[in-house]
């Protein structure tokens, strides 16, 4: 962990997110130094009298209360948007009214072309103060009664500098994220959305739909009925908010829609063998999958932090 | 549980599953009675003689021994074929010339309908002795060393009968895996194979596609490194037997394309919906894939037993 200090740092949608970045500044940093102050947003005040209740933050100013936005946002040293990224311009169009020359803010949004593009739309020729982020560590719980101060601790945090962003900037929310224990990979925005499309976003689809599919059939019930183990880690993710994936399949539709058309294709292949009963084809695809996943699990099966430094784009 | 005793029970791969049976039958049941007997039989002594070290069985016979097969099979009560499911044919070829007409038949399959097409073809006039079964228990780990006693207790095991058994003859073998703690459904086979189709042998085929789809892009190490949570749940179960899972494709292929098929076609719906940029059809899906989800998870999660009394068939 690094020294990390600050001033005040305000946070746009103090829930399991945002909430645990507060608690780990607190509990772990340097940071927990006399006159830090945490200020949370919210939309309404029932939204951060909880995350005040719980101590998370010190103050709490609400989006229907322009001067007391301004006040919260007067002299803070970073500014976190924690939202759903399908509010991330309107959000930043609150904020660039009252924005200081100093204050660098980020966002921990699960996609970066199009929170970058609403990021140029509201900030304008002040771009440069803003730094796409991406810390990942859902839970299946949410909200600020789900932060943990240890959220982040070897957890990835990806960064997708501007070319207008300062070095020192980047390094600032950097220094942030590793107060917290997370580890930090840099790369740029188009290639981390096809890596999480990939990975996260593809895989959440395809639970759905099974789900989905399921639940179609005239023997639903039954299917239910006898599914087991294998069924329940595939759909895991299939308990996942509707809104929250609606908003990240919208956001990131290209990369997303490639990587649904690759997989689509796989199957295709694997439909053909299945039904040419070419079981040495199936048995290829089946056992070198098997070694990449016994692989990953291996090398620490989250997100190996020792993999990052190949990361391209550091 | 139910009271069930035997003299002499004859197990045909002695692995986790019929390991575990073994195990279940001598600590739980009222079987550990004086003279109950389980013969494990191998391919060759070396795959037996580890049973026989752990005391799962009481002697061995192997395949090679045509004699001490014989002998085996000599007054059994019950054989259980608990061996890869490309075996059941030429293992039922191998039992045929030996089999009492008091013996019942019996299997571990994942798959029915192809299992039964191989007895009919192996046992003839003599299929009635045949009671097609499917005990629900994978674990991660496999071979007699993985054997548990209570590995069915709680869990499901389903029984297709076929017009030739006799009620008797289905109800012992009920009885043998009631008295393991394991919960009985009855269904006939071509609907047993829908079932697992859709919600054991879909899910394998699409996490062993999905890392293979990673495997096969230009970024393949980077996406691993990222890959988190959701990721590692999604293909937990792509880290299974290839071998295993290349057979249960062949054998149960027609029922696994027809729900490939219509999961395409689910997918290629959401495609649309993405393409579209219609948020509320994912929406929609999403809520209620959850919805599913989430009840299935509060009613027990793993192949309720309280669901089984509505199947059909029984």
Chains 1, 2 share one sequence.
Not at 121 to 142: D, K, M, T, Y
Not at 273 to 294: K, P, Q
């Amino acid at each position: 962990m690094t020294a990390f200090s600050f001033n005040k740092l305000v946070i746009f949608g103090v829930g399991l997110i945002g909430g645990s970045l507060a608690r780990a500044l607190r509990v772990r940093g340097s940071s927990a130094r006399e006159g830090a102050r945490v200020i949370g947003v919210g939309r309404s005040a029932s939204s951060v009298s909880r995350a005040l209740e719980l101590g998370v933050i010190d103050a709490a100013a609400t989006l229907d209360d322009e001067a007391a936005l301004a006040a919260a946002l007067d002299g803070a040293d970073i500014v976190l948007i924690a939202a759903p990224v399908a509010q991330t311009q309107a959000l930043l169009e609150r904020i660039a009214p009252h924005l200081g020359s100093e204050t660098i803010v980020t966002d921990a949004g699960s996609t970066k072309s199009d929170v970058i593009a609403a990021a140029r739309a509201a900030l304008g020729a002040r771009i440069g103060q803003f730094v796409p982020g991406h810390p990942i560590a859902g839970r299946e719980s949410s909200g600020v009664d789900a932060a943990l101060p240890d959220l982040y601790v070897g957890r990835n945090v990806v960064l997708c500098p501007l070319d207008e962003n300062a070095p020192a900037s980047v390094e600032r929310i950097a220094a942030m994220w590793r107060a917290t224990g997370a580890v930090i990979g840099e790369m740029p925005a188009a290639q981390h959305d096809r890596v999480f499309a990939s990975v996260s976003h593809l895989p959440h689809v395809l639970s759905f739909a099974l789900v989905d599919q399921i639940l179609a059939s005239p023997d639903a019930q039954l299917k239910f009925s006898f599914a087991a183990g294998g069924f329940r880690d595939f759909t895991r993710i299939a308990a996942s908010s509707p809104e929250m994936w609606r908003d990240v399949c919208l956001a990131n539709r290209t990369a997303l829609l490639a990587e649904l058309d690759g997989y689509t294709e796989v199957l295709a292949r694997l439909r053909a063998a299945i039904d040419a009963g070419d079981g040495a084809a199936l048995e290829t695809v089946f056992a070198r999958s098997r070694a990449a996943r016994e692989a990953w699990q291996e090398r620490g099966g989250k997100g190996a932090a020792a993999a990052i430094e190949t990361a391209p784009g550091k």
